[in-house]
């Protein structure tokens, strides 16, 4: 069992920064991969970014790549969204996820076992 508490979110100008932090509980932590996912008003929960158990592979979504950098501390039991040149396109509830499986790309909701409550970003034009 793995419990996710998600962190950071808040308002923020377009152009701005934001970290995203998740913190797991559990001794387990670095054998599961991480995710993160978002959902707009009225939009499905969408696939942003994915980093492997030990952080050795990276994966982003198109519409994100270049402008957010996902990454993990085992020692910490913590994985990190950092976000910048955000535009108000980006904003939306931002998920944690965990899996154990280490097969399939990663990118599906049902591919995740654990999911966070959620943080909510704003992006301002």
């Known amino acids: 069992q793995v419990q996710l508490v998600e962190s950071g979110g808040g308002l923020v100008q377009a152009g701005g920064s934001l970290r995203l932090s998740c913190a797991a509980s559990?001794?387990?932590?670095?054998?599961?991969?991480m995710g993160w996912f978002r959902q707009a008003p009225g939009k499905e929960r969408e696939f942003v970014s994915r980093?492997?158990?030990?952080?050795?592979?990276?994966y982003y979504a198109d519409s994100v790549k270049g402008r957010f950098t996902i990454s993990r501390d085992n020692a910490k039991n913590t994985v990190y969204l950092q976000m910048n040149s955000l535009k108000p396109e980006d904003t939306a509830v931002y998920y944690c996820?965990?899996?154990?499986?280490?097969?399939?790309?990663?990118?599906?909701?049902?591919?995740?076992?654990?999911w966070g409550q959620g943080t909510q970003v704003t992006v301002s034009s």
């Open positions: 996820a965990a899996r154990l499986s280490r097969v399939g790309p990663g990118t599906r909701r049902d591919e995740y076992d654990y």
């Open positions: 559990g001794r387990t932590f670095s054998s599961y991969a």
């Open positions: 980093i492997s158990w030990s952080g050795g592979s990276t």
